[in-house]
């Protein structure tokens, strides 16, 4: 998913192509004016834009086999009943579209 669309009305919404986010954006547009003879103030903030960042998972250590029955790894790092692996996120850079040209 590299394109997103805002409307201050409801949550981003992500699509695979710039026209799909573009005709979501004319939609959200066209239903602010099914609403009544007056622009509302936030259509303005409708907007679509590139995706250029996702978080990524780094640094993943998966749970021990080895733990005593407190949750204690030979190390003497505690592990929570409920976690399968730890792990960090940080934001990668996705590749540039082929369809977008820089200035």
């Given at each position: 998913?590299?394109?997103?669309?805002?409307?201050?009305?409801?949550?981003?919404?992500?699509?695979?192509?710039?026209?799909?986010?573009?005709?979501?954006?004319?939609a959200a547009i066209?239903?602010?004016?099914e609403?009544?003879?007056?622009?509302?103030?936030?259509?303005?903030?409708?907007c679509?834009?590139v995706?250029?960042?996702?978080?990524?998972?780094?640094?993943r250590?998966?749970?021990?086999?080895?733990?005593?029955?407190?949750?204690?790894?030979?190390d003497?790092?505690?592990?929570?009943?409920?976690?399968?692996?730890?792990?960090?996120?940080?934001m990668?850079?996705?590749?540039?579209?082929?369809?977008?040209?820089?200035?």
């Amino acid at each position: 998913m590299r394109y997103f669309m805002h409307d201050p009305e409801s949550s981003p919404e992500f699509f695979e192509t710039e026209a799909e986010a573009l005709a979501a954006a004319a939609a959200a547009i066209a239903m602010r004016r099914e609403i009544g003879d007056e622009w509302p103030d936030d259509v303005d903030e409708i907007c679509v834009g590139v995706v250029t960042h996702i978080a990524h998972q780094v640094n993943r250590v998966d749970r021990p086999a080895d733990l005593d029955d407190d949750g204690y790894a030979p190390d003497g790092e505690y592990w929570d009943s409920h976690a399968d692996y730890t792990c960090e996120y940080v934001m990668q850079a996705l590749p540039v579209p082929e369809t977008i040209v820089a200035p």
